[in-house]
Structures are given as structure tokens and as C-alpha cells.
């Protein structure tokens, strides 16, 4: 399985790379798609769970922007922001023993993506930039995109029951523009540009942070051979996929529909002939 970075109309596959590692937890980024695509609010309260007032992402909820407290595990898990060996950084901070995992989530925008393959009325769609968008005023709400998914990550409004999700700002992209979360991140976490490049941006990256002493860092959405053929938005991580709340393995959900399709017609073609013959025999004896 390989991961296609072009889309046929001569324009380039676009995507999102995510750097964790530097994400501060501003929430700049869930502000700025709720501000530029007009997306209703959707709780202001905080959950209980750490600062999250979202908890996943939604219909209502485009980007969201996970907090993970948990102890740091040992060796660096991040790059000193001061000189070794400066008297400020030889200071024991309160909770040195602690450390904050951040990192904004976003549809995937998968290579192989299921929500595509089920939908009956072509509301979902592969835009020009090999983005996947939803069409609003052609959805009928029968929510078969919803389990596809293997991310969770499409879902219906209750009050509307159309489904809705991460469009990378189609509209700006037609204009030559980023997407709104990219534009408004102010340490660069989220990153936009064509694939190719954002992969090895990724891999320098990563590169960096393990020579750095930052062994847990890796990629998450960018292998080719996974169950969905690689992501249109990917990720650095500091722990394992579980711990953000992404899949450790996901699989595209219509992988098997071929085979099950043949094996269907197998069975309808030896339930027919068992029917033919029963047929033929009754006949037969009736002479």
C-alpha cells in the first residue's frame, strides 16, 4: 500500500504536520476554526478532566486540543529551553517530577478513507488539495460515515443531524491561503504545506529531539503501509498513540468490503444452485 501524494489535478497534496512537542496548549488553534468556519459552541464549562472544556473532537469541534498531566519518565523529555549548565536551569522547579503531554488533534484526512467509501449520496467528497470534505447541503444524515471512521473522529449534530468535521478551510486554500488553526498557532506546532515536504520536515524533527536525548519522540499518521495509507494530517508524539487518545493500529473499516462482497456472491450463487437442483429433482420425481 502506498501513500499517494498526488491528487491528479496537477496541484499538490496538502496536509497538516503536528509538532506536540511544542504545542503550548494556547487553544489558539480551536478559536481560530471556531471563529473562521462559524462553528457553534459547543461547552465553555471544563470538563473536570484536566483543562479541557471539549473533551474529543466533534461535529461542533474541528480541532481540539488534548492536555495529558503524568509523571515524566526518565532521561529529557524535552528541549532545554536554557544552557546547560546556567544556574537557572540547575534550579529545582515545584512539580520537576511532572510533565504535560499537549497536543491538538484534527481529521486525519486519511489516503484510504472509509467515510468516503460509504457514503450514499456523495456529500463527502476528495477535493483538488487531496483533502476529504463534507458537502452540508447534500448530506441526509444517514450517518453511515460515523462508524467508518476509524479515527471517531466525523459525527452528527443532534439538533441538525447532518454530519460535520475538519474541512482544512477548503475556502482558504481555494484562495491561496492556510487553514485558520495553522495560521493563528503561534509556536508553529501546527504546520501546513505540501506532504512531501512536511515528511521530511518530520523527520529532521525527529532527528533533532532523539540526538537531543528525547528518545520517546516519533511519528504518528506518516507510514504508508498502515491500515490507512498514511495520513493527511500526522503527527510527533511523546508517548505512545493510546495516551493522546489516537488508535494504536487503525484500519480503513471498508479494507475487507471486496472479499466480503465475493464471498456474498459465492454464497448467493450456491444458495440459487441448492434452490435449481431441489427444483430439478422434485420435477424429476413428479415425471
Known amino acids: 500500500m502506498s501513500q499517494d501524494t498526488s491528487t491528479g489535478t496537477g496541484q499538490e497534496r496538502v496536509g497538516f504536520f503536528t509538532d506536540t512537542s511544542v504545542c503550548i496548549g494556547c487553544k489558539a488553534c480551536e478559536v481560530a476554526c471556531k471563529e473562521w468556519n462559524a462553528i457553534p459552541?459547543?461547552?465553555?464549562?471544563?470538563?473536570?478532566?484536566?483543562?479541557?472544556n471539549t473533551q474529543a473532537l466533534g461535529a461542533s469541534t474541528w480541532r481540539h486540543v488534548a492536555f495529558i498531566e503524568q509523571p515524566a519518565p526518565e532521561g529529557r523529555t524535552q528541549l532545554p529551553l536554557l544552557e546547560e549548565g546556567s544556574v537557572a536551569s540547575g534550579e529545582q522547579k515545584p512539580g520537576a517530577d511532572m510533565r504535560w503531554l499537549m497536543s491538538s488533534d484534527v481529521c486525519k484526512h486519511c489516503t484510504h478513507a472509509a467515510c468516503l467509501d460509504v457514503c450514499p449520496t456523495g456529500a463527502l467528497f476528495r477535493t483538488e488539495f487531496g483533502t476529504v470534505v463534507v458537502q452540508e447541503d447534500v448530506c441526509n444524515g444517514c450517518g453511515y460515515c460515523v462508524p467508518a471512521c476509524p479515527y471517531g473522529v466525523i459525527e452528527q449534530r443532534p439538533a441538525d443531524g447532518r454530519v460535520f468535521k475538519c474541512t482544512m478551510?477548503?475556502?482558504?486554500?481555494?484562495?491561496?491561503?492556510?487553514?485558520?488553526?495553522?495560521?493563528?498557532?503561534p509556536t508553529d506546532s501546527i504546520q501546513f504545506g505540501p506532504l512531501d515536504e512536511l515528511r521530511e520536515r518530520a523527520a529532521l524533527r525527529v532527528d533533532e529531539l532523539h540526538k537531543a536525548g528525547v528518545d520517546q519522540a516519533h511519528l504518528y499518521g506518516n507510514d504508508p503501509d498502515d491500515g490507512v495509507g498514511g495520513d493527511g494530517a500526522f503527527f510527533l508524539l511523546l508517548d505512545r498513540p493510546e495516551v493522546y487518545g489516537l488508535p494504536p493500529d487503525p484500519v480503513v473499516t471498508t479494507r475487507d468490503l471486496p472479499t466480503m462482497w465475493k464471498h456474498a456472491g459465492g454464497a448467493a450463487l450456491a444458495l440459487l444452485g441448492g434452490i435449481a437442483a431441489s427444483f430439478a429433482m422434485a420435477a424429476r420425481r413428479q415425471r
Do not use: F, I, V
Open 41 to 52: 459552541e459547543d461547552g465553555l464549562s471544563l470538563t473536570g478532566m484536566s483543562y479541557d
Open 169 to 185: 478551510c477548503y475556502d482558504r486554500l481555494g484562495a491561496g491561503q492556510e487553514p485558520a488553526c495553522a495560521k493563528a498557532c
